[in-house]
Nanobody
Framework: QVQLVESGGGLAQPGGSLRLSCAAS????????MSWARQAPGKGLEWVSG????????WYLDSVKGRFTISRDNAKNTVYLQMNSLKPEDTALYYC??????????????WGQGIQVTVSS
């Protein structure tokens, strides 16, 4: 059974930083691209970032480019989202998701429980 367990969320001030982690199990982690998505209050699901299976390429939502960094440690079966220069509009429930191929896509076949990120002064 595929499991994705997120951690590291919480409350940050505008301009602050948070680092999300997603611990994966139940599949060969290094064979698949991984993604982060979020759902902000009053909005639909929004894809934030993706990373190729071996970490060789990454993709970002335009509004987070230069502020967020996705990375992965295949030896630890973990994908990360480093979030810097946080803005109130980054407030959302963040999900870790598994892509069904080595390449990042908008398709997913597993996801985590979600973790809250709140950016407020």
């Amino acid at each position: 059974q595929v499991q994705l367990v997120e951690s590291g969320g919480g409350l940050a001030q505008p301009g602050g930083s948070l680092r999300l982690s997603c611990a994966a199990s139940g599949f060969t982690f290094s064979n698949y691209a991984m993604s982060w998505a979020r759902q902000a209050p009053g909005k639909g699901l929004e894809w934030v970032s993706g990373i190729y299976s071996d970490g060789s390429d990454t993709w970002y939502l335009d509004s987070v480019k230069g502020r967020f960094t996705i990375s992965r440690d295949n030896a630890k079966n973990t994908v990360y989202l480093q979030m810097n220069s946080l803005k109130p509009e980054d407030t959302a429930l963040y999900y870790c998701a598994k892509n069904p191929t080595p390449d990042w896509t908008y398709e997913y076949d597993a996801w985590g429980q979600g973790i809250q990120v709140t950016v407020s002064s």
